[in-house]
Nanobody, 123 residues
Protein backbone atom coordinates (compact mmCIF):
# COMPACT_ATOMS: atom_id res chain seq x y z
CA UNK A 1 0.00 0.00 0.00
CA UNK A 2 0.92 3.61 -0.43
CA UNK A 3 1.45 5.83 2.59
CA UNK A 4 -0.46 9.11 2.41
CA UNK A 5 -0.19 12.15 4.69
CA UNK A 6 -2.59 15.08 4.38
CA UNK A 7 -1.98 18.64 5.54
CA UNK A 8 -3.46 22.09 5.13
CA UNK A 9 -6.74 21.79 6.97
CA UNK A 10 -7.97 24.40 9.40
CA UNK A 11 -10.67 26.88 10.34
CA UNK A 12 -11.86 29.36 7.73
CA UNK A 13 -14.81 31.69 7.33
CA UNK A 14 -17.46 31.07 4.72
CA UNK A 15 -16.32 32.37 1.36
CA UNK A 16 -12.69 31.74 2.18
CA UNK A 17 -10.15 29.36 0.69
CA UNK A 18 -7.90 26.52 1.79
CA UNK A 19 -5.40 24.35 -0.03
CA UNK A 20 -4.99 20.76 1.08
CA UNK A 21 -1.87 18.78 0.29
CA UNK A 22 -1.22 15.04 0.32
CA UNK A 23 2.28 13.59 0.28
CA UNK A 24 2.65 10.02 -0.95
CA UNK A 25 5.35 7.42 -0.42
CA UNK A 26 5.91 3.71 -0.66
CA UNK A 27 4.75 3.06 -4.22
CA UNK A 28 5.18 4.54 -7.68
CA UNK A 29 2.96 7.59 -7.36
CA UNK A 30 2.47 8.01 -11.09
CA UNK A 31 0.82 4.60 -11.32
CA UNK A 32 -2.10 5.63 -9.13
CA UNK A 33 -5.23 7.65 -9.70
CA UNK A 34 -5.65 9.96 -6.74
CA UNK A 35 -8.77 11.18 -5.01
CA UNK A 36 -10.12 13.29 -2.18
CA UNK A 37 -13.03 12.24 0.01
CA UNK A 38 -14.64 13.87 3.01
CA UNK A 39 -16.66 12.73 5.98
CA UNK A 40 -18.81 14.92 8.18
CA UNK A 41 -19.95 13.81 11.65
CA UNK A 42 -22.75 11.28 11.41
CA UNK A 43 -22.45 10.99 7.65
CA UNK A 44 -20.90 8.53 5.26
CA UNK A 45 -17.60 9.20 3.56
CA UNK A 46 -18.28 10.92 0.25
CA UNK A 47 -16.33 11.45 -2.94
CA UNK A 48 -15.03 14.95 -3.62
CA UNK A 49 -12.66 14.80 -6.58
CA UNK A 50 -10.26 12.55 -8.46
CA UNK A 51 -7.40 12.96 -10.91
CA UNK A 52 -5.91 10.52 -13.38
CA UNK A 53 -2.37 9.16 -13.36
CA UNK A 54 -1.01 11.90 -15.59
CA UNK A 55 -3.29 14.63 -14.30
CA UNK A 56 -4.95 15.00 -17.66
CA UNK A 57 -8.38 14.00 -16.45
CA UNK A 58 -10.27 15.23 -13.40
CA UNK A 59 -13.69 14.51 -11.97
CA UNK A 60 -15.69 16.32 -9.30
CA UNK A 61 -18.73 15.80 -7.17
CA UNK A 62 -21.54 18.14 -8.17
CA UNK A 63 -21.44 19.78 -4.74
CA UNK A 64 -17.90 21.12 -5.28
CA UNK A 65 -17.77 21.58 -9.04
CA UNK A 66 -16.60 25.09 -9.93
CA UNK A 67 -15.27 25.75 -6.42
CA UNK A 68 -12.66 23.03 -5.85
CA UNK A 69 -9.69 22.10 -8.04
CA UNK A 70 -7.66 18.91 -7.78
CA UNK A 71 -4.11 18.79 -9.12
CA UNK A 72 -1.01 16.63 -8.79
CA UNK A 73 2.73 16.92 -9.11
CA UNK A 74 4.20 13.51 -9.89
CA UNK A 75 7.75 14.82 -9.46
CA UNK A 76 6.87 15.68 -5.85
CA UNK A 77 4.64 12.65 -5.22
CA UNK A 78 1.89 15.00 -4.16
CA UNK A 79 -1.74 15.75 -4.83
CA UNK A 80 -3.56 18.94 -3.92
CA UNK A 81 -7.08 20.20 -3.41
CA UNK A 82 -7.64 23.93 -3.81
CA UNK A 83 -10.91 24.85 -2.15
CA UNK A 84 -12.47 28.24 -2.88
CA UNK A 85 -15.79 29.83 -1.91
CA UNK A 86 -16.03 27.50 1.05
CA UNK A 87 -19.41 26.90 2.67
CA UNK A 88 -20.31 25.68 6.15
CA UNK A 89 -21.54 22.44 4.57
CA UNK A 90 -17.99 21.77 3.39
CA UNK A 91 -17.01 21.17 7.02
CA UNK A 92 -15.62 17.64 7.31
CA UNK A 93 -12.52 15.54 7.69
CA UNK A 94 -10.87 15.39 4.27
CA UNK A 95 -9.05 12.25 3.18
CA UNK A 96 -6.56 11.64 0.42
CA UNK A 97 -6.80 8.25 -1.30
CA UNK A 98 -5.02 6.26 -4.01
CA UNK A 99 -6.52 3.87 -6.53
CA UNK A 100 -5.09 1.43 -9.05
CA UNK A 101 -8.38 1.57 -10.94
CA UNK A 102 -8.96 3.92 -13.86
CA UNK A 103 -12.46 4.81 -12.71
CA UNK A 104 -14.67 4.62 -9.63
CA UNK A 105 -15.81 7.12 -7.03
CA UNK A 106 -16.65 4.81 -4.16
CA UNK A 107 -14.36 4.37 -1.16
CA UNK A 108 -14.02 0.69 -2.05
CA UNK A 109 -12.44 1.71 -5.36
CA UNK A 110 -9.45 3.14 -3.48
CA UNK A 111 -6.65 1.08 -1.94
CA UNK A 112 -4.77 3.44 0.34
CA UNK A 113 -5.91 6.22 2.66
CA UNK A 114 -4.40 9.02 4.67
CA UNK A 115 -5.32 9.81 8.25
CA UNK A 116 -7.40 12.84 7.28
CA UNK A 117 -7.26 16.57 7.95
CA UNK A 118 -10.05 18.62 9.51
CA UNK A 119 -11.63 21.46 7.57
CA UNK A 120 -14.06 23.68 9.46
CA UNK A 121 -15.97 26.48 7.74
CA UNK A 122 -17.69 28.98 10.00
CA UNK A 123 -20.75 30.96 8.94
Amino acid sequence: QMQLVESGGGLVQAGGSLRLSCAASGRTFGNYRMGWFRQAPGKEREFVASISWTGGSTYYADSVKGRFTISRDNAKNSVYLQMNSLKPEDTAVYYCAASRLRVGVYPTNFDSWGQGTQVTVSS
